[in-house]
């Protein structure tokens, strides 16, 4: 978050992939990366984020978080 808060952009991505990768289900990772992919104007990534992210909520049983990324892939459609 310090990177995407400081304007580095796809040092915080690099951060947010490593977080994704090394735990698939660590939801807010899949919010933060596809807002991030947003504002770098890579919106295909950032919707294939997003549904990964649906599927981590779904796996935890996380409805706040899986409302919030659906919302924000609402949007991209």
């Given at each position: 978050m310090e990177?995407?808060n400081?304007?580095?952009?796809?040092a915080?991505?690099g951060e947010?992939?490593s977080?994704?990768?090394?735990?698939?289900?660590?939801?807010?990772?899949?919010?933060h990366g596809?807002?991030?992919?947003?504002?770098l104007?890579?919106?295909?990534e950032?919707?294939?984020?997003y549904?990964?992210?649906?599927?981590?909520?779904?796996?935890?049983g996380?409805?706040?978080?899986?409302?919030?990324?659906?919302?924000a892939?609402?949007?991209?459609?």
């Amino acid at each position: 978050m310090e990177y995407r808060n400081g304007g580095d952009l796809e040092a915080a991505m690099g951060e947010f992939q490593s977080l994704m990768a090394a735990n698939a289900d660590y939801v807010a990772a899949y919010f933060h990366g596809g807002q991030t992919l947003e504002r770098l104007g890579r919106l295909e990534e950032a919707r294939a984020v997003y549904e990964r992210g649906l599927e981590a909520a779904r796996r935890k049983g996380d409805q706040h978080a899986g409302g919030e990324i659906q919302a924000a892939l609402d949007l991209l459609s």
